[in-house]
């Protein structure tokens, strides 16, 4: 911008932005209205009809423009002409002055009302009903009884129509926590499977490292009595407990990097005295007998005690010995022999004869349809039926929260509210 434009804007004050302009096509031409009488003696003598011009405020702002006239007032008519004639003619007479800015003196439009409160409205009802149905979902979760675990309520019981294999994960530390991993657990599904003509046979997608000796027991005696096939897919690792469970089926695949074996008991006592020597600890126990606080772990085992405990380990130890050479078929010495503690690849467990093969679960699939004497199978997940909660949360994960109606329904016919 030259200097003389700038004194000009100065003075005389640049149109506002987004102003219709008054007078000329260019952008410089339409700077340069309202400038003293020299520029208007510069242009050219040929200019066709001049244009009006902007009056000059003495506040240095550019006057209002006049609106257009004729074409506005067509484009008026033709917009109230199409909107339909049952409504107020005040709701489409503002909104045709917006697009020119509000004269002094006008009413600007009324924006139309955002219906927000609606969708909040709608989200604190879903999060007020779902937080009632949580609340009755954990009250039936903790007070359902081992009933659960029956025959009727695995939740793959309905999808099983023809000849089918069913697999049952034990996975993690052997114990009693009421999963497949568990006594209780393993035989609720043994017993579904065992009803249903459909099942033909089950394969155990065993990934354990073992756990509590007399739940392995317990479990191992289940898959001995089962009637029909039983085939060992191994994962990661197959030891101690979990392999005392496996040697009960009637054929076990390994992978070759498994580890697998681990034939042996452990019994920890830990002896703390010395630390609470050090920190200045004192406990004193009384006890109905001598060696009653021998596993307290504030002090050291006595010989006599030592012994005690080493005996017990040894009968368990004989324990899983027995249940391995039963079911793999092997002579006890053989067995003995492996029981080392520590487990053997896939590879060398097959040469030593703790696994038949190597192969994936779908080996063991394979192998179970030939030993229950059919072509080919489907496959289902024998698990116990999700509890409530957790049917709740799916409902949550999967269902539009904004649909109330369709939510109550499904919590109706899915968790069982009254």
């Known amino acids: ?154 939740s793959w019981s309905d999808t099983v129509t023809g000849d089918t294999v069913g697999i049952i994960n034990i996975s993690g530390t052997i114990q009693y926590d009421g999963t497949t991993s568990s006594p209780e657990g393993l035989k609720s599904q043994l017993d579904a499977a065992e009803q249903n003509p459909h099942i033909k046979a089950v394969v155990l997608r065993v990934n354990s490292g073992g756990g509590v000796a007399t739940a392995g027991e317990e479990m191992s005696t289940y898959i001995r009595d089962f009637s029909k096939p039983v085939v060992v897919s191994s994962a990661s690792i197959n030891a101690s407990a979990a392999y005392m469970i496996s040697s009960q089926a009637d054929y076990i695949f390994t992978d070759k990097t498994t580890s697998i074996g681990s034939i042996g008991v452990i019994m920890s006592v830990t002896d703390l005295s010395g630390l609470y020597e050090k920190l200045g600890i004192s406990v004193e126990n009384i006890t109905s007998a001598d060696a009653k606080d021998s596993g307290a772990g504030n002090r050291p085992l006595t010989e006599e005690e030592r012994a005690w405990y080493q005996d017990q380990v040894d009968q368990i130890n004989e324990v899983f010995i027995n249940f391995v050479a039963e079911g793999r078929d092997m002579p006890v010495e053989d067995v003995r022999a492996l029981a080392t503690g520590l487990t053997f690849t896939g590879m060398d467990a097959v040469e030593n004869g703790l696994a038949d093969e190597l192969g994936t679960q ?12 059919i072509a080919d199978a489907d496959t289902v997940y024998l698990q116990s039926s999700t509890s409530d909660l957790s049917r709740l949360l799916d409902i949550m994960g999967t269902e539009d929260s904004l649909d109330v109606s369709g939510t109550l329904k499904e919590l109706e016919n899915r968790v069982g509210l009254e």
């Not at 209002?64 to 002409?81: D, E, G, L």
């Open 362 to 373: 779908e080996a063991a699939v394979a192998k179970a349809c030939e030993l229950a004497g």
């Open 1 to 154: 911008m030259s200097d003389q434009n700038q004194w000009q804007n100065a003075a005389w004050g640049a149109p506002q932005e987004g102003a219709p302009s008054s007078g000329g096509t260019s952008a410089g031409q339409g700077q340069g209205q309202g400038a003293p009488s020299q520029q208007a003696a510069s242009q050219p003598p040929y200019q066709v009809a001049p244009q009006p011009q902007a009056q000059a405020n003495p506040y240095g702002y550019a006057a209002a423009q006049p609106r257009p006239t004729a074409a506005y007032a067509a484009q008026s008519q033709a917009a109230y002409a199409a909107q339909p004639q049952s409504q107020p003619a005040a709701a489409y007479a503002a909104p045709a002055q917006a697009p020119y800015g509000t004269a002094a003196g006008a009413v600007p439009a009324q924006q139309p009302k955002r219906r927000g409160w609606i969708v909040g409205l709608a989200a604190v009802l879903t999060v007020l009903i779902l937080g009632v149905a949580t609340i009755g979902s954990c009250t039936s979760v903790f007070t359902s009884s081992m009933g659960a675990f029956s025959y009727e309520s695995p």
